[in-house]
Each structure stands twice: as C-alpha cells, then as structure tokens.
C-alpha cells in the first residue's frame, strides 16, 4: 500500500474513533477543515511514525507543520531516505 493511502486509511481510522464527521478528503482540504482537533493530530502523527518509522515533523529544526492535506501527505513522501 502506498504511503498515500496509508495516511488516507489512519486519517479515517482515527476519524472514526473519535467520532469526527470527515468531509471529502481532497488534496485542497485545509487540516483544519478535518475537524481533527490536536489530540486527534497528535495520535495520527504517532500512529503513522510507528507503521512507517519516520516523522518527518521531527527530522529537522525549520520544519513548519503543513496547511493541506496534500501537504501532510506531501510531508511523508518526500522524507529522505
């Protein structure tokens, strides 16, 4: 499975348990129109460092965190290898 729809199927998972109402997930959709308030980011991020074994969010000092989730996506795929 790629890391895409990895990151899609978290983002459902954890929308589900936490009882948020996910609109379309489109590359435009800005992550605070998920719904997903910080906890819910908080678990997504740990959740996708322990199945891909990366968080790019910590790889580097000027990181920013992304707008999109296009972005947010974005952000794993292009993590060096």
Known sequence: ?????????????????????????????TLHETGFDSLAFAILVARLEDDLDVDPFTLSEDVTFPNTIGDFIGAYENVPA
């Open 1 to 29: 499975m790629s890391v895409r729809l990895r990151i899609i199927a978290a983002i459902k998972q954890i929308a589900d348990e936490q009882k948020v109402k996910l609109p379309p997930l489109t590359d435009e959709l």
